[in-house]
């Protein structure tokens, strides 16, 4: 997948416009539209429209700010240069400072990204969570009080090797999801493990649902047996309409 692409849903979109309008003065609500489509890559909002009628998410590009202040200038406004009512999502924000995104991917970052995007996967088939803003969906679930309680579900790694996970709403639309694969009993609770003692991996990052579906870059926890790290590396896993990789935000 090509580093520039992510994906957004009907939410996200809403949240980017939303973004973009407070931003500037005097822009009218459909010229925003179609400003924040060019944003994205797309010729007209109809077209992005189309997209996202075809499923949950639409593969788009990463928000380009040069590209919304040309469209608005097309549509007669007068922007300034160098114009950024959108973030571009080309590197990670945290309080302290900002990074770009790694373009090297070692082991252990292919073994906990494999490990996550499993367990996204499974939550995502088995209805325990969508990639939209306030789709929680497990039991004890609370959407705009806290969160809730956290969700438990199992599944297994390249159809065979049993995990679970716990996923936790949290603040900005986001999942955290904590991962234990092949867990030594099945009375382990995924966000209570810390160690090797319970499980063959241990693996906790984020999930972005705001301003677009991602796995965040850059937050990640991850703990492996030796014996066990190639094997988690290597495995063949694809994203169910979410991007693998993006910016961390907090």
Known sequence: MPGSTFFVTESALRNLKARAQRGVCGVSSSHMSEAVAAALGFKSHAALRAALSVGVTAEVQKPDNARLAGRLRQLGYQ??????????????????????????????????????????????????????????????????????????????????????????????????????????????????????????????????????????DGGEEFSCKRAALSGLADATVEPLGYADQGAFIM
């Open 79 to 216: 922007v300034p240069d160098g114009l950024r009512l959108l973030p571009e999502l080309d590197r990670s924000y945290s309080p302290f400072r900002t990074y770009s995104l790694r373009k090297k991917r070692g082991v252990r970052w292919m073994a906990w990204r494999n490990l996550m995007v499993s367990a996204i996967n499974a939550g995502l088939q088995q209805r325990v969570f969508g990639l939209a803003p306030r789709e929680d969906w497990w039991p004890g679930s609370a959407p705009g009080r806290n969160g809730g309680a956290p969700g438990n579900y199992e599944f297994e790694f390249a159809d065979d090797i049993p995990a679970a996970a716990t996923v936790t709403a949290i603040s900005g639309d986001e999942l955290a999801l904590h991962v234990v694969f092949q867990p030594h009993s099945r009375d382990v609770m995924p966000d209570r493990a810390y160690g090797l003692g319970d499980g063959t991996a241990i693996a906790h990052g984020w999930l972005e649902r705001r301003l677009g579906a991602w796995l965040m």
